[in-house]
Nanobody, 118 residues
Framework: QVQLVESGGGLVQTGGSLRLSCAASGSMSSFTGMGWHRQAPGKQRELVADISRGGSTNYAGSVKGRFTISRVQNTVYLQMNSLKPEDTAVYYC??????????????WGQGTQVTVSS
C-alpha cells in the first residue's frame, strides 16, 4: 500500500508561481515513476508532467517551459511558473509501480486545488 499526500495548492494571480509537493509513503520499492495530472470542472483528467525512476521527464505541451517536475527521495514536486487562468484545476499526484504479479499499480493523491485569477 502506498499513500500520497499533496500540498501547495492555492490562489494566485496570472503570471504568479506555485510549487506543489507530493510525499509518498508505504511500500514503493518497485515504483517506476511519479507524476501530476489535473482536472478542470467539466473536463477530463489530463497528464501534466511525469518523471521516471531514472529521472527522465515528460510534459504536456501546454505547460512546457513553464512547469518543472522533480523528485527528491520519496517526494515529487511541480514548480509552476507564469501561471495562466487555464491552469486552474485540481492537481493530482500519481505514483506508478510494478506489483507482485507483474501488473501496473497506480496510486493517486487526494488532489489539491490550484486557482489562477485573471
Amino acid at each position: 500500500q502506498v499513500q500520497l499526500v499533496e500540498s501547495g495548492g492555492g490562489l494566485v494571480q496570472t503570471g504568479g508561481s506555485l510549487r506543489l509537493s507530493c510525499a509518498a509513503s508505504g511500500s514503493m520499492s518497485s515504483f517506476t515513476g511519479m507524476g501530476w495530472h489535473r482536472q478542470a470542472p467539466g473536463k477530463q483528467r489530463e497528464l501534466v508532467a511525469d518523471i521516471s525512476r531514472g529521472g527522465s521527464t515528460n510534459y504536456a505541451g501546454s505547460v512546457k517551459g513553464r512547469f518543472t517536475i522533480s523528485r527528491v527521495q520519496n517526494t515529487v514536486y511541480l514548480q509552476m511558473n507564469s501561471l495562466k487562468p487555464e491552469d486552474t484545476a485540481v492537481y493530482y499526484c500519481i505514483l506508478n509501480q510494478i506489483g507482485r504479479l507483474g501488473g501496473v499499480e497506480n496510486y493517486w493523491g487526494q488532489g489539491t486545488q490550484v486557482t489562477v485569477s485573471s
